[in-house]
C-alpha cells in the first residue's frame, strides 16, 4: 500500500477567517464552520491548533497548486490579493517552461500556483481546479529527508538527487516533494529563514506503514 499525504492542518488564529480565505481563492463551495476544505479531490485542509511537537521548526512549506494554464494562475492570484494575500512574485513565465506566481495567505502559509504551459488553450476554468498540489518541503538535508519519508512508505517518484525528490501518489491526496530550503525559498520570493518556522503545519497520513492514521514527525521538517 502506497503512503499517501491525505490532509494538511494549517496552523490560524482564525480558522473561520482561513476557511473563507480559501473558499473565495480556490472558488470553493462554503463549508461548514468547522469543517475541513476539499480542494476539489487533491487534498484536504483543515485548520486550528497542529498537534504539538518537540523542536524547532526547521523547513519552509509550500504549497504548490497546479492548473491548467496561465489564465488560471492569474486568476487565482489575482482572487489571493482581493482576499488579503501577500503577492509574493507575480504570475510570469518560467526560464525553461511554465508560467507560476506565488502569494502568503493571511494565516501565513505559502502558496505557489502554476501551470507547465506558457500559453492559454481557452478561456479560463471556473471554477478552476487542480490538476494536482504538492507540498514542497524545503530541506536543509535531503538524503535525511528521503530516507526519512521512504522509511514510512512513501515511495519516490521522480528523483533528482539534492535538487528534487517528490514521491508517488493516489488520488485523493496531495503529492509530497523534497527541496533544498535554499532553492525553494529563491522560488517562491522569500528568505530562506521566513515560511512557517514558528507556525509548524501538520501533515497528516491515514495509510502510514508504521501505524494508523497520524501526524508524520520528521525531525529536518515542518511535518
Known sequence: ??????????????????????????????A????????????????GSPPARTGACRALVVANYLVPQPLDVTGILDAASAAG??????????????FSGSFRSPDGSIWKVA??????????????????????LGVTDMAASGTFYESHGFTADRDYGTKFVDFTFTSPSFRLGLMPLKALAKDVGV???????????????????HGDRSTIEDPDSVV
Not at 118 to 135: F, N
Open 191 to 209: 528568505d530562506p529563514g521566513d515560511g512557517q518556522r514558528g507556525s509548524p503545519i501538520a501533515l497528516v497520513s491515514n495509510s502510514l506503514q
Open 32 to 47: 461548514q464552520d468547522d469543517a475541513p476544505l476539499d480542494l476539489y479531490g487533491a487534498g484536504i485542509l483543515s485548520f
Open 115 to 136: 501551470s507547465a504551459h506558457k500559453k492559454d488553450t481557452g478561456s479560463p476554468s471556473s471554477p478552476t481546479r487542480p490538476t494536482e498540489i504538492v507540498i514542497i
Open 85 to 98: 494575500a501577500e503577492a509574493l512574485k507575480p504570475g510570469k513565465k518560467g526560464f525553461f517552461g511554465g
Open 1 to 30: 500500500m502506497i503512503t499517501t499525504l491525505d490532509k494538511v492542518d494549517l496552523p490560524s488564529a482564525s480558522p473561520e477567517r482561513a476557511r473563507a480565505f480559501y473558499t473565495a481563492v480556490f472558488g470553493l463551495a462554503p
